[in-house]
């Protein structure tokens, strides 16, 4: 299998990885021992028929080719940071391997976290819930309510220099879900500056560190490190803040990472009005944002704000009132390429619920549709050509898988009944159809290969962060698209099911997946 283009959101250079069948920290010794495994398979001598040599022979030159690559130091650092075109280029390692090598183990993009608000009180409980509606979801049969999220967050002053916060969140998103906690410890180190010491667990788990010092009367700089915890990918932000007048400042914020930007703002704020804009520039993205907030009396305000960019192009108009010392509700209309929206606000204390709701058909869903149709006729040939290739590498794994799946079966071990591997949003719709031309062209069975790819002791384990279209035996159905595995199994006389995405671990037989 030749690189593809990757998924923007996937890792870069793992190919060589998948097709061994490794994982991207593996071991010398792991690489040599998949390499065997894998040339004892595909030897072009163990086969007679001319087709069948052909095909052994094409997959042994890859297999070889990968191994070439990945036994030798140098060139195996190349390929993690380079990929293919930095080893075809000639590129070499320099002094500025250090740098690249940072850059290159960020994975993610990492939020940068807020500045904790400095509380007056001994004690101050925050929290936002936020449930999601849809009405042509609705219309269409499907659940009226399509998510929610619920935030909140403790702070205390726990001495007259510290203070600390605790908080957490829980997202809910049609069938899919995440959480998340973090802790944040901040220290007046004198009355110019100030340090965060903050941690979080879930989807965002890292730990940093976060200084901000005046540099003088009206000028200010905060620097920020923090390093993820799950894959120790380091981020580095900088930020510097001016006064210009009393009512006006401005700021410029640099951020170091895995998508590197800078931001250039201002906000105004007087007595019946406040202004804000931003421009970010990205690696990979643009946007620029406003808002205008006027207020009528010392009970109602209207707002109107703007966004466009890259990835958004919206604007919002509403207003709010209060409607007591501690109560305030606000409504607010957004129209944009995504649809039209309504939000409802309704703040209590420091308390926030917000219902949002689609008011119509988006039209950036047709959109989507239509450009996966484009897309499926445009890379129509391309992907037959690797499905067959696919296909002729599964048969020359059949004897040996079947002769697997033979054994686990006597000894009630692992049993891959069924595997599918491609788009995400096509699966389950896949298995409900029956297959579907449209559907099983964006889907290829991998069933064989997996079953080959079971130890003896009755395991299976892909890695994480390898994207599985580069597995022998597997290939991209659906370039461009989101892809995910699908897999049904048998251990033990009990039936599994499990679906994971294409960079994540998969390592079975595990008893959350018994159905």
């Known amino acids: 299998m030749n690189e593809e283009e990757e998924d923007?959101?996937?890792?870069?250079?793992?190919?060589?990885?998948?097709?061994?069948?490794?994982?991207?920290?593996?071991?010398?010794?792991?690489?040599?021992?998949?390499y065997r495994q894998w040339a004892q398979v595909y030897h072009p001598d163990k086969y007679q028929d001319l087709h069948m040599k052909e095909v052994a022979t094409q997959n042994f030159q890859r297999i070889c080719e990968a191994y070439e690559i990945l036994s030798d130091e140098t060139k195996r650092q190349i390929y993690d940071i380079y990929g293919m075109e930095g080893l075809t280029s000639g590129l070499e390692l320099g002094p500025r391997l250090s740098k690249v090598e940072e850059i290159k183990e960020e994975l993610e993009r990492l939020r940068r976290m807020k500045e904790q608000e400095k509380s007056l009180s001994q004690f101050r409980p925050s929290g936002t819930i936020m449930t999601e509606l849809s009405v042509p979801h609705f219309l269409d049969g499907d659940s009226f309510v399509r998510g929610m999220q619920m935030a909140s967050q403790f702070q205390s002053q726990i001495s007259k220099k510290n203070t600390l916060a605790l908080g957490g969140n829980l997202a809910v998103s049609e069938n899919a879900g995440g959480r998340a906690a973090s802790l944040v410890l901040g220290h007046q180190i004198s009355p110019a500056a100030s340090a965060e010491f903050m941690v979080s667990f879930g989807l965002q788990a890292l730990v940093g560190v976060q200084t901000t010092r005046h540099l003088s009367q009206h000028s200010s700089a905060t620097m920020g490190l923090a390093m993820s915890l799950q894959d120790g990918s380091i981020n580095l932000s900088n930020a510097w803040t001016r006064q210009f007048s009393e009512t006006a400042n401005g700021n410029i914020q640099l951020v170091l990472g895995p998508e590197s930007s800078i931001a250039v703002g201002w906000q105004k704020r007087e007595e019946k009005m406040s202004a804000a804009g931003e421009l970010k520039l990205g690696t990979s993205s643009f946007g620029a944002s406003a808002h205008y907030t006027r207020r009528f009396s010392s009970k109602s305000h209207g707002r109107i704000a703007g966004r466009f960019g890259s990835t958004a192009l919206e604007v919002e108009v509403g207003g709010g009132r209060k409607l007591s010392n501690f109560s305030t509700v606000r409504m607010l209309y957004t129209i944009g390429i995504q649809g039209i929206f309504w939000k409802f606000e309704w703040r209590r204390g420091g308390q926030k619920i917000v219902v949002p709701k689609f008011v119509v058909k988006p039209y950036l869903l047709k959109r989507e549709k239509q450009k996966a149709l484009e897309n499926l006729d445009k890379t129509s040939a391309q992907v037959q050509e690797a499905t067959a290739a696919a296909q002729r590498a599964q048969k020359l794994l059949e004897n040996v898988a079947n002769r697997k799946r033979n054994k686990q079966m006597e000894v009630g071990g692992l049993v891959i009944t069924e595997a599918k591997y491609g788009n995400l949003k096509n699966l389950k719709r896949y298995d409900q159809s029956g297959g579907v031309t449209e559907l099983a062209s964006q889907v290829i069975d991998v069933t064989l290969p997996l079953n080959f790819l079971v130890t003896d002791s009755g395991q299976l384990k892909l890695h994480e962060g390898v994207k599985k279209s580069g597995i022998m035996g597997f290939c991209d159905p659906c370039p461009g698209e989101p892809k995910g595995l699908r897999l049904e199994y048998t251990y033990a006389g009990s039936r599994y099911e499990v679906t994971v995405d294409d960079y994540a671990e998969l390592?079975?037989?595990?008893?959350?997946?018994?159905?």
């Open 8 to 34: 923007v959101a996937g890792p870069p250079h793992r190919e060589l990885y998948a097709l061994l069948h490794v994982a991207p920290d593996a071991s010398d010794e792991e690489i040599r021992r998949a």
């Open 507 to 515: 390592f079975i037989p595990r008893e959350d997946h018994r159905i």
